[in-house]
């Protein structure tokens, strides 16, 4: 795809560079998690397409601004916000894929999407070294130096890349060229498992934003009915696919959450549909409290740690717990959005 620079709005541009400077790193600071919620509220009759151009640059230049903020002084937990911006940039170039430019000759997107993966799972690991103490139950959390070094080395590498002047320019050429000439009908098997890999229907850039918007989540609550039988059956978290499995279910769960999130104007749910999205979002929060145990008691098998047998037993119980509490409050089978 060759990317044009020359047709952009003046204002665009010049907006675009204050925001991103090329590259810059600023200190820790938590100003830029505004602009993650700071896109317009968007008329429910906006088509796909306009959705794109209205609010995905918003939300990639808030995650921009935010990267510039990590620095050598950043710790864990000060990581948090960082990681839901790409989180949220991620999702966004996910949703509205369908209204991305592209052409066979180059596809920017097969660039970007990987590389915010990169950031999302760099910035996490670096995170839980403040969040797996925490769930543990230690109040006092100290370091390792090595530790905290290797992580944000890892942090570093991924910005190193992001924050290029060379990326940041076709990144933003790449925004500049949403339109409904230049949007690319991407294959299924280059689009996340979690939004329309698995979701039969292809929107066009002129197709309702709510129609559109209403089939992936449908496509993601059929995906979440059909994995809950064969997750709740589980008596362990212990090999690779039961854990696999477990993380899969709480991702597919979570981003059910972020869709009504990020466009409640356009989803609109109903009364009913908001109680069952608080259902959801106790679950996301117990299946999260699980991921830190989790991350735990593998730290403790590699550390062959004298507390690994303790830790398993507790997790047990804890699994134990909320699968009952699943099938007796989240009615999955049932759901309706």
């Excluded at 919620?37 to 609010?55: F, I, N, R, W």
């Excluded at 050598?72 to 991305?100: C, H, N």
């Excluded at 197709?207 to 039988?229: C, F, M, N, R």
């Excluded at 696919?241 to 990020?262: A, C, E, Q």
């Amino acid at each position: 795809m060759r990317l044009k620079t020359l047709n952009r709005s003046l204002s665009w541009s010049l907006g675009l560079i204050l925001v991103l400077g090329l590259g810059c790193r600023t200190p820790q600071s938590q100003s830029a998690a505004s602009g993650l919620d700071a896109a317009a509220t968007t008329s429910p009759k906006v088509t796909y397409g306009e959705l794109a151009k209205q609010q995905l640059s918003a939300v990639i230049t808030a995650t921009t601004a935010q990267a510039k903020t990590f620095t050598d002084q950043t710790l864990p937990p000060d990581a948090r916000v960082l990681r839901k911006s790409l989180g949220k940039a991620r999702a966004y170039i996910d949703i509205l894929v369908y209204a991305l430019p592209g052409d066979r000759k180059h596809d920017f997107f097969l660039e970007l999407r990987p590389l915010l993966d990169e950031g999302y799972e760099k910035v996490g690991t670096f995170k839980d070294l403040y969040d797996v103490p925490q769930a543990a139950g230690q109040t006092n959390i100290t370091y390792d130096p090595q530790e905290l070094a290797t992580q944000r080395a890892g942090v570093d590498k991924f910005l190193s890349k992001y924050l290029a002047p060379d990326f940041q320019q076709q990144l933003a050429d790449f925004l500049g060229d949403i339109s409904a000439a230049k949007a690319w009908t991407r294959n299924k098997d280059d689009l996340s498992k979690l939004f329309w890999r698995s979701v039969a229907q292809v929107p066009t850039f002129n197709t309702p934003a709510s129609d559109a918007l209403h089939a992936l989540t449908k496509g993601q609550i059929v995906q979440l009915q059909a994995a809950e039988p064969a997750l709740l059956a589980l008596g362990h978290l212990s090999n690779d696919k039961d854990i696999d499995d477990f993380h899969n279910f709480r991702k597919r769960s979570r981003v059910i959450l972020d869709m009504y999130d990020y466009f409640p104007t356009i989803l609109a749910p109903s009364a009913q549909a908001k109680d069952q999205l608080s259902i959801i979002k106790d679950l996301v929060s117990k299946y999260g409290q699980l991921h830190d145990r989790l991350v735990g008691y593998q730290d403790a098998v590699k550390a062959r740690s004298p507390k690994t047998a303790d830790l398993l037993i507790q997790l047990d119980m804890e699994w134990a717990a909320v699968k009952t509490w699943q099938k007796n409050t989240l009615h999955l089978a049932t759901l309706n959005l």
